[in-house]
């Protein structure tokens, strides 16, 4: 399969209230949006890039560059045998792997829908279902912290993250945990601490958390061993996963006891699906983090979930949460028992909302491959 034309779009769409983390403060989705077509078969991927570079180093802007000047030229003259093709064109690529992966992404959905299969089973996903939870970010003081949790306990939720940093850690986390003493707790500090705090950090064990979430630097793996070996819960890796072969250094250095799977911070599905693998054959459990995707990238997460090394719920929570309004027509929504329903229909299952994405939509541009000969 040749891939015809490439449509690209950055979209400015706000969330229904600020989500801050231990660095920063997001208003909104500012991802690149990434829609291919083929034998008249569309598929759509989203690279959830953040406006800055604070999670990871790519930005809403270098992804619109890296886009059109490498990533979309590439695709066009790569012939494609099935989705996993995909890795291989960007093998080359160094870094820029949320870019890439929004590319990726719109392959599987193409392949997908031109073969009439669901993404959950081209994967080898096996639940109907898959459970879910809300990720809080920090707030301004603690009657706001209890009010907001307590809100999303009340849609549903049976599983909560509180996003930590020195000053705003240990308090918040006890009161919830006494507040809600069954509900399955974990926390992420998005790498704002270092291996100075960590007789700080091991007083989180008090609270019975499921995982602390990339404590230390954005790419570090030896500095969380150590600090595994002195902090009781299980640290979870996030921002320093960014491949296959980081999965396995750090499951060698038994720098975590579990991996959060972003499929577009490790560059596509093809990615994820390699270290949900390697991590299930080391006896390590994974979950699937978010980015406040579009139901666009909500989807693709989704789908992943569904393989059964995800025994730990995912940041994936109903479209209602970051929205008021999605760029989908068939938005994700909560189930009673915490789940999302994972889509059978063909590819990733989105149904585009154009007129919608069309309102939110700062810039688009088209590309198509040369005509042979
Ligand atoms: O998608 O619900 C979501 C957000 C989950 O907390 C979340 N993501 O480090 O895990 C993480 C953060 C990164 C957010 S960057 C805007
Ligand atoms: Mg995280």
Redesign the pocket.
């Known amino acids: 399969m040749k891939i015809e034309q490439i449509e690209l779009r950055r979209i400015a769409l706000p969330y229904v209230a600020p989500?801050e983390?231990s660095g920063w403060r997001?208003l909104a989705s500012h991802a690149l949006l990434v829609r291919v077509e083929a034998d008249g078969v569309v598929g759509w991927g989203e690279s959830p890039v953040?406006i800055g570079p604070w999670?990871n180093e790519e930005t809403s802007s270098t992804a619109w560059v890296m886009a059109q000047e490498h990533l979309a030229p590439m695709l066009l003259a790569s012939e494609l045998n099935r989705p996993e093709d995909v890795a291989a064109v960007y093998a080359r690529v160094r870094g820029n792997r949320m870019a890439c992966a929004g590319f990726e992404f719109a392959v599987w959905d193409l392949f997908g829908r031109a073969t009439g299969q669901s993404l959950r089973s081209m994967l080898g996903g096996q639940r109907e279902r898959v459970e879910v939870g809300?990720?809080v970010g920090v707030q301004p003081d603690l009657d706001t912290l209890l009010r907001v949790v307590g809100d999303y306990v009340a849609a549903g939720y049976q599983r909560v993250?509180l996003?930590i940093k020195p000053g705003w850690d240990l308090e918040p986390t006890r009161l919830v945990r006494e507040t809600w003493p069954d509900l399955r707790l974990q926390v992420?500090a998005?790498s704002i601490y270092t291996l100075d705090h960590a007789a700080h950090l091991a007083k989180l064990d008090a609270y019975d958390l499921l995982l602390i979430?990339?404590p230390l630097a954005h790419d570090d793996i030896v500095d969380h061993a150590k600090l595994q070996r002195i902090v009781q819960t299980p640290i979870c890796l996030?921002?320093s996963i960014v491949s296959p072969d980081h999965a396995r250094w750090a499951l060698e250095l038994r720098a975590c006891g579990v991996i959060?799977i972003k499929p577009s911070r490790v560059g596509g599905l093809h990615a994820a699906r390699q270290i949900h693998d390697m991590a299930a054959a080391a006896g390590v459990p994974v979950w699937c983090?978010?980015?406040?995707?579009t139901g666009i990238g909500r989807a693709a997460n989704v789908a992943l979930a569904s393989l059964p090394n995800f025994t730990l719920p995912g940041?994936?929570?109903a479209s209602a949460?970051?929205f008021a309004r999605d760029i989908v027509t068939n938005p994700f929504v909560l189930n009673a028992d915490s789940t999302l329903t994972v889509p059978d229909a063909p590819g990733s299952g989105a149904d585009i909302d154009v007129d919608f994405l069309d309102q939110v939509t700062v810039e688009k541009v088209i590309l198509r491959g040369r005509l042979a000969g």
Do not use: A, H, P
């Open positions: 989500f983390t997001e953040g999670y809300v990720s993250k996003k992420d998005n979430e990339q996030d921002e959060n983090g978010g980015m406040l995707e940041d994936i929570s949460r970051y």
